[in-house]
């Protein structure tokens, strides 16, 4: 590898295996509260910010009682994942101390809010790997739009044509092809579709296969 590189990661989704736990509170909350078409709409969410997830659910329902379809939803993960946090999504750690050997320069670019960031990631023993975080919290704005992951290229002193993002959301995909950077999806819940296969540098069934790119 020559000059600085650099690879900024998502987290929900792609580090830890919380989409489909938050997207089961969710539905979960909204059909209590008899929000119809709960399901779909839950998905268009994922990989925004709290914001931009109230915006999404305001231009569907009007102004509801947002705050306590949050408060349902963060009540049902706690049943689920207790005081564990989210389980760790298959190579991560194998992934993370294969890049740092190589060199690379690595951020955290999520959506999420910082202090939940740092707890989940905590709680799956990969804080180390990481000094540079941008969140969902910190006054930019969320994805799609690029601002959280030209943030990261930044603070990591790369350009951001020499960045690539790991990520497992139609969001982040689109917000990292805004920055110019190299997109790389690993799917979650969300295939890709023919509006996003064209952003992609390279699309790989799992964290292990993306290795290779390294």
Not at 6 to 34: C, H, K, P, Q
Not at 38 to 57: A, K, M, P
Request: contains cysteine; proline residues 4%.
């Amino acid at each position: 590898m020559s000059g600085a590189q650099g690879i900024i990661f998502d987290m929900d989704g792609l580090m830890i295996d919380s989409e489909r736990i938050i997207n089961r509170a969710v539905v979960r909350a909204g059909r209590e509260m008899g929000l119809q078409g709960i399901e779909d709409v839950s998905l268009r969410t994922i990989g925004t910010s709290n914001v931009r997830t109230r915006e999404i659910y305001n231009s569907v329902y009007g102004e509801f009682d947002f705050d306590r379809l949050m408060d349902l939803k963060h009540r049902y993960i706690d049943e689920i994942i207790g005081d564990r946090g989210f389980p760790p999504k298959e190579g991560i750690c194998e992934i993370l101390e294969y890049v740092a050997g190589k060199g690379y320069i690595t951020a955290v670019g999520s959506s999420t809010r910082e202090w939940a960031v740092k707890e989940f990631l905590g709680k799956i023993n990969v804080l180390k790997y990481f000094d540079i975080f941008v969140c969902g919290d910190m006054g930019l704005r969320s994805k799609p739009f690029p601002d959280i992951f030209l943030a990261c290229a930044e603070k990591m002193g790369v350009s951001p044509g020499d960045c690539f993002v790991l990520e497992d959301s139609l969001n982040g995909i689109r917000a990292a092809y805004a920055a110019g950077m190299k997109p790389v999806m690993i799917p979650d819940m969300i295939a890709p579709d023919e509006d996003i296969i064209p952003m992609l540098y390279a699309l790989k069934g799992s964290l292990l296969e993306a290795m290779e790119l390294f």
